[in-house]
């Protein structure tokens, strides 16, 4: 009775079974690849990132507590933070508000590599009032 339940074609898995078995476990495996070297790449470009974005939040602090008003043009120049030396550059340009400016800052370790980048405003204050004539009258 054992001898007709069992039949010869369900034995074992066919060829087209067995690729396409392989195709999905190929797929898996180079999904997984391409996960973990991303994951690397991450882990050692992370510490430049963080003092590439302390640089440029820097850069924007200082425009925000300068008095003075910048043109709108680039600036540029090298900052050493973390034993490393940074070049940073700021793009100031005119906003749709008089009394605005936005800053962009881009930070990285060569000229043709950014970092990191920053985009902040700056507003003009009126100047303030003399001491004096607050209690003269």
Known sequence: MK????KK???GFTLLETLVALAVVAIAMAALWKGLLQGQYVSTELPDRIVA???AQNRLIMR???EEWPETRTYSGEESMAG???LWEEIIASTTVADMRRVTVNVGRSDD????TLEGYLHRTQPPIPYERIFTR
């Open 3 to 6: 001898s007709r339940l069992y």
């Open 9 to 11: 074609s369900n034995a």
């Open 53 to 55: 974005r302390w640089v």
């Open 64 to 66: 925000q507590v300068m």
């Open 84 to 86: 490393k030396n940074w």
């Open 113 to 116: 590599k950014i970092i990191y």
